[in-house]
């Protein structure tokens, strides 16, 4: 072991994503087999004692590349430091509850998490929101983090990124590492809109080889952007392990780089891009190279795309209003 240890914080570290996500950080899938790496978990006071259990069972897995674990309650201890920062911890919608007061609690989250990653991160800091609604919680943070730059704060989308790959292998019969440069656009929600037309499946065009323009637009992005609901329905509890592998494989390509002949999706700041309005936080295709992300430009966006891009983005601006109003951003 060469290098020093990465430092990465993990919010809400005793939720069920974070037991499928702490295992996996601490053996080196996060940022690779050379990399050791410092736990930092965030917890509410009432849950660090599960987090501190947690702690005892990665003790127990004694991983060569977990350099320490330190467990706290407090947003500008964990945060200090931080050159990794997963944001999963979150407030979940509960029964009567609002839009508007979900945006309003978790801006009491996300605003004081902003304000600590700027007080006190590593210049090199990275941040992934996981914690729903992802892209504008990764706004909320953003916005109290002046000092940090913007594109540093990301939202994930991987999931779907990754359930859409899976839906479209099943469909064509192939493996799905096979399966190319597919697209997610905008907001991880229902409105998401996932994109076979520049996807490739053993290097030929998807869409074309998918052919069914009834089964694009009833079966597969209905069933991608509803993934979550039927887990949910069917688990009992929402999606987790799968949350945790997708949490891992966006940190991975950041830092790592995307494999050269595809791309991946990440809701990243728009910088204008495909008409999507500037700073709004929307998933885009994104090729990843020397730790930096960028924008797949020049893609030609037929109809059928087009309005379901402005759709979702339309649901993320109409969020970023309402957190706005809310004195949230
Ligand atoms: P969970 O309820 O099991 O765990 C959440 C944890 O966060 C709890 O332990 C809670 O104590 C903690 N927490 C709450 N407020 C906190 C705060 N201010 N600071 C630190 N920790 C805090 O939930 P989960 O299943 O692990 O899911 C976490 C979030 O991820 C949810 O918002 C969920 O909707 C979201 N999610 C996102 C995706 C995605 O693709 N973007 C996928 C699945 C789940
Ligand atoms: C998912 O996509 O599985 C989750 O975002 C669902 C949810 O609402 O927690």
């Not at 897995?61 to 201890?77: M, N, R, S, T, V």
């Not at 064509?172 to 997610?184: C, D, Q, Y």
């Not at 030929?204 to 329905?233: S, T």
């Amino acid at each position: 072991m060469t290098q020093a240890p990465v430092n990465v914080t993990v919010t809400g570290a005793a939720g069920q994503i974070g037991y499928a996500l702490l295992f996996r950080i601490a053996s080196g899938q996060l940022l690779g087999p050379d990399t050791p790496v410092k736990l930092r978990l965030l917890e509410i006071p009432q849950a660090v004692k599960a987090a501190e259990g947690t702690a005892l069972e990665l003790e127990d897995g004694a991983f060569p590349l977990l350099a320490g674990i330190d467990i706290f309650d407090d947003a500008k201890q964990a945060f200090a430091g931080a050159n990794v920062a997963l944001l999963v911890g979150a407030r979940p919608r509960t029964k009567g509850m609002e839009r508007a007061d979900l945006l309003e609690a978790n801006g009491g989250i996300f605003k004081p998490q902003g304000e600590a990653i700027n007080a006190g991160a590593a210049d090199d800091i990275r941040v992934l929101v996981v914690g729903n609604p992802a892209n504008t919680n990764a706004l909320i943070a953003q916005s109290h983090a002046p000092d940090v730059p913007a594109e540093r704060f990301t939202a994930m989308t991987r999931l779907d990124h990754n359930r859409a790959v899976a839906q479209l292998a099943k469909k064509l019969n192939a493996p799905v590492g096979e399966i190319k440069k597919l697209t997610i656009w905008g907001n991880h929600s229902a409105s998401q809109y996932p994109d076979i037309f520049h996807a490739e499946v053993a290097g030929k065009n998807a869409a074309e080889a998918v052919n069914d323009e009834k089964w694009l637009a009833e079966e597969f992005i209905p069933r991608v952007a509803k993934r979550g609901a039927e887990i949910i329905e069917a688990r009992g509890a929402s999606s987790a392990a799968s949350a945790a592998n997708a949490a891992i494989d966006h940190i991975y390509n950041w830092v790592n780089g995307t494999p050269e002949g595809d791309w991946t999706s990440m809701a990243v700041p728009s910088d204008g891009s495909y008409g999507v309005p500037e700073g709004l936080i929307s998933s885009f295709p994104v090729v990843c190279k020397d730790g930096k992300y960028e924008i797949v430009q020049g893609l030609e966006i037929n109809e059928f795309s087009r309005g379901r891009i402005d759709a979702s983005v339309n649901e993320l601006a109409e969020e970023r209003e309402a957190v706005k109003k809310l004195g949230l951003i």
